[in-house]
């Protein structure tokens, strides 16, 4: 598509260590559980994100791991597969539980 706007995109770096990433239509609600899970990784040194402003539906994040050796965009990865893996296991456990609301009252 022409003219469309990636959904990440790599600031350029000279450093693949410490890199920011934008991500665009994206709001806290991906950037606050990101920045948790992919801080929690020993690799990192630093992760964070901002709001560039509050009419922008775009956040920027940046990572910075404690090795040349671990690729900032290998820990966005595993933190996007993180937050993945984790909003399945909630959106089946929610279905569960409906589910067996659902059948409690029908009895």
Not at 23 to 41: A, Y
């Amino acid at each position: 598509m022409e003219g469309a706007e990636r959904k990440i995109a790599k600031v350029p770096s000279s450093d693949d260590s410490c890199v920011t990433f934008i991500l665009n239509d994206e709001t806290h609600t991906i950037g606050q559980p990101l920045h948790m899970l992919i801080n929690n990784q020993p690799e990192v040194e630093f992760a964070g994100y901002s709001v560039p402003h509050i009419l922008e539906k775009k956040i920027n994040f940046r990572i910075q791991t404690k090795s040349q050796d671990h690729l900032a965009v290998d820990s966005l990865r595993q933190g996007l597969s993180d937050f993945e893996r984790f909003w399945r296991h909630a959106d089946a456990t929610f279905d569960n539980a409906v589910q067996r609301f659902s059948n409690s009252t029908t009895h």
